[in-house]
């Protein structure tokens, strides 16, 4: 069965993907943390084609990276890079641009009382404003047949976030159902970060029924339950999904429902099932028979 470790990887890139809307603690602002919204840089499209994996500088900066400079922490030093003149002395949030590869990170410092962090988180094209031209779009599909994880997930996460801003859902579909794992699972977690959700929930239910992928399978299903939380809709599926013979999707399903039932609305949660003629009961016994035959 899927553990929760699955879910952690697809949190960091969730987080990472609403991290332009983070709104810090109201007395940070006292001390002054400068912009909120990312600064768009308009330089055109993506520069030299070198995978992650290739370039001196990303290669050792990771997708995230978080440094808490009072506690005597420090980034990479290939940060200094990115920005060499600000990075420890001035308040901001704005992106910086790889000297080498022209590949963009989000820069973030916030110096407040007993806080003074500074992070970097890479960026996609589309997040940053820029757009893609047949050639870009054509590269990044040819990086998802590289065999480095980086560069499969940083390339998927381009071409989600590009079909997505389009709109073009059938492209986006098409990576939801790609033959690589990890292109897959970077659209499940990336789509249901967006904030137009309706045209892209029916995928989902798709992927949560038939992808041959447990880990796939079980972040589309927890990523569904977390962003769509209670609404009526959602705890439908979640409650169609119980008798599905697959024991993770049952036991993804149940663990929601059972989580929504304590935390939020048992009632609501109740009317789902009802609807399928079932009950909290259910939910509990189901849990307990996938547990007990670990
Ligand atoms: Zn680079």
Request: aromatic content about 8%.
């Amino acid at each position: 069965m899927a553990g929760p470790a699955g879910i952690e990887p697809a949190l960091k890139v969730l987080e990472t993907s609403v991290l332009p809307l983070y709104d810090g603690p109201v007395w940070c602002l006292v001390v002054g943390i400068v912009a909120k919204a990312p600064l768009f840089c308009k330089n055109g499209n993506v520069k030299k084609r070198i995978p992650v994996s290739r370039c001196e500088v990303c290669s050792k900066l990771g997708r995230h990276q978080y440094a808490d400079l009072l506690k005597g922490e420090s980034l990479p030093p290939e940060a200094l890079r990115l920005a060499p003149d600000t990075l420890h002395t001035v308040l901001y949030k704005k992106v910086v641009t790889c000297p080498v590869c022209g590949r963009t990170y989000f820069q973030t410092k916030e110096v407040g009382f007993m806080e003074d962090d500074v992070e970097i988180t890479r960026a996609t094209p589309t997040e940053v404003g820029d757009e893609l031209s047949e050639e870009d779009l054509a590269n990044f599909y040819e990086d998802l047949n590289l065999t480095d994880d980086e560069d499969v997930f940083y390339a998927a996460e381009c071409l989600t976030e590009f079909y997505l801003a389009k709109k073009n859902y059938e492209k986006f579909a098409e990576l939801l159902h790609h033959n690589d794992p990890r292109v897959r699972l970077t659209a499940v977690v990336n789509g249901l970060a967006q904030k137009e959700k309706r045209p892209i929930i029916p995928l989902y239910e798709d992927v949560v029924k038939t992808d041959a992928d447990e880990n796939v399978r079980s972040n589309a299903i927890r990523l569904f339950s977390y962003n769509l939380n209670t609404q009526a809709h959602a705890l439908d599926f979640l409650a169609s999904l119980l008798d599905e013979k697959n024991k993770t999707v049952r036991y993804e399903a149940a663990t929601a429902l059972d989580y929504f039932a304590r935390n939020k609305s048992a009632q609501a949660v109740e009317e789902a099932l009802k609807k399928k003629g079932l009950t909290l009961a259910r939910v509990a016994k189901t849990l307990k028979d996938i547990l007990d035959s670990i």
